[in-house]
């Protein structure tokens, strides 16, 4: 079984800071991707990862930055956080033609 | 560019059967998906249809798609209170079996 485990459920951070979120999968997928979840908004991609050290923006890419240094972790890095960046944030993992497989989830709130 | 619709909200009493549509716009897609999401969690891949069948039944579950006119339902038969999260339809985009969600609808179950 899938398994994606993202470091926190639940993080408070201020505003100017930079904050990191983790992911790590035990799959051996190529492709990893962070989303953010909004209300009525459903799911944007913020940035993808299809192999080590390799990235390609999504949607919606200002404000954050990924890494992807081994291939079972992928981080989501917020430069210096804002408060319209207070969101859910949720990272899946996947392989070509296969469904992507979530994460729990991290609610981020930015104060 | 490709968008996916589905209306936001759904009211069922228990016992009855569900209906949530999606509608997608990239006739190219090889797989549609559907996603549930209960509160607090991330998403869990509920099932999926290959783009060249019309119908897929997975016990009270059935998908059906009509390419035509870009229209994918899921059914739940004999709804239950267990049933209601969000449920979200996705189709593939592009390489790296990247995904398109549309912006989730709310299935609330009462007796």
């Known amino acids: 079984d899938v398994k994606v485990t993202q470091s926190s459920r639940y993080l408070v951070k201020r505003t100017g800071e930079k904050v990191f979120l983790e992911c790590v999968q035990d799959?051996?997928?190529?492709?990893m991707f962070w989303y953010r979840q909004d209300p009525g908004l459903g799911l944007r991609l913020i940035y993808f990862s299809y192999d080590v050290k390799m990235k390609e923006k999504g949607d919606i890419p200002e404000g954050y930055s990924v890494s992807r240094e081994k291939k079972e972790r992928f981080s989501l890095i917020l430069e210096s956080a804002s408060t319209n960046q207070t969101s859910m944030y949720l990272c899946a993992t996947g392989t070509e033609n296969q469904p992507q497989h979530f994460g729990d989830g991290t609610r981020l709130s930015i104060l | 560019g490709e968008d996916v619709e589905q209306s936001l909200f759904l009211s069922v009493r228990e016992g009855d059967s569900s209906v949530i549509n999606c509608t997608y716009t990239d006739s190219s897609s090889t797989y549609l998906y559907w996603y549930k999401q209960e509160p607090g969690a991330g998403l869990q891949l509920l099932t999926y249809?290959?783009?060249?069948?019309d119908m897929k039944q997975d016990q009270r579950l059935t998908v059906l798609l009509n390419k035509k006119d870009k229209h994918l339902s899921l059914r739940i038969a004999d709804t239950q209170t267990g049933d209601s999260a969000i449920y979200f339809c996705?189709?593939?985009?592009?390489?790296?079996?990247?995904?398109?969600f549309g912006a989730g609808t709310r299935l609330a179950v009462h007796p």
């Open positions: 249809i290959f783009s060249n069948m």
């Open positions: 799959m051996d997928h190529e492709n």
């Open positions: 996705a189709e593939i985009s592009g390489g790296y079996n990247k995904l398109i």
